[in-house]
């Protein structure tokens, strides 16, 4: 089956912030193709795109997995022609506590990844002479957060990364962005106390965490048409917690 719809492809889309840009795309056109890390993960994302998407298993830490499921899409779907590098864990802890697998775990769950899959997707772009790869990066790239030395590394590495795939692939007019979330209103920031959470409102401006929708918005204009002049940049969404 070949799709009239162009195909987006968006990792970790069972819950949180990847779930919400899995149904933003959607809204606006796309054939959503979207991530678990459990079959049962992926048959729910399958019943709920019902005949706008498909869900897949995907465990980005797997090269082999990320080869197989790109072809599995292109020859079932077409090519990726979206992008969205969603799928993340936080592993913290102080520096001095942190063990070598936690530092390698968050470095290949988010940069490695972002690497292997952009790598994998380009080609079928590069024919279109069109793409779009988002990556979601974080605040704590710029604003730093004791316990995250891991996870900081790997989303400034992803910045970093970015900026030079922007550079090398605009003349097939792809584009390569990242999106810095602040402090979404997720099960990865749930798992904080509530003052935790209360003393991380009171440092942004608008005096609440933000919702994954905002990130979804934010992902379907960098997406669209209107963002077609737009390469190498991070769009922060915050709320006003680091302004750049
Ligand atoms: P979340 O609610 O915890 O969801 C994480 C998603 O990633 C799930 O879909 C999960 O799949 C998937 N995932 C986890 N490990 C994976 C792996 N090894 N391979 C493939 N998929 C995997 O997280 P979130 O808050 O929505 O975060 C989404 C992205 O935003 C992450 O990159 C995160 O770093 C970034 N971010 C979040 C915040 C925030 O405040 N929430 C702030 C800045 C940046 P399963 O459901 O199958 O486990």
């Not at 793409?131 to 710029?142: C, D, E, L, Q, Y």
Request: with cysteine; net charge neutral; proline share 1%.
């Amino acid at each position: 089956m070949t799709q009239e719809r162009k195909v987006a492809l968006v990792t970790g889309a069972s819950r949180g912030i990847g779930a919400a840009i899995a149904q933003q795309l959607i809204q606006d056109g796309y054939f959503v193709v979207g991530t678990a890390t459990s079959e049962s993960g992926a048959e729910k994302i399958s019943a709920t795109f019902a005949e706008n998407g498909a869900g897949r298993v995907l465990d980005v830490r797997d090269g082999a997995a990320i080869d197989a499921l790109v072809t599995d899409i292109e020859q079932n779907f077409g090519s990726v022609m979206i992008l969205v590098n969603n799928a993340g864990i936080t592993k913290d802890n102080l520096l001095l506590r942190m063990s070598e697998d936690d530092w390698d775990d968050i470095l290949n769950i988010h940069l490695k990844a972002v690497f292997r899959l952009s790598k994998r997707v380009l080609k079928g772009m590069t024919k279109a002479r069109f793409g779009r790869i988002i990556n979601i990066s974080s605040v704590v790239a710029h604003f730093a957060n004791p316990g995250q030395a891991n996870y900081s590394a790997a989303k400034a590495g992803i910045e970093a990364f970015s900026r030079s795939l922007a550079k090398e692939m605009g003349s097939r007019q792809i584009t390569v962005n990242c999106i810095a979330p602040g402090f979404i209103a997720t099960e990865m920031t749930e798992q904080l106390s509530e003052d935790i959470r209360k003393k991380m409102s009171d440092q942004v401006a608008l005096s609440r965490f933000g919702e994954p929708k905002d990130i979804a918005n934010a992902v379907s204009f960098l997406a669209s048409d209107k963002a077609s002049y737009i390469t190498g940049t991070v769009l922060h969404v915050n709320g006003g917690l680091y302004m750049a």
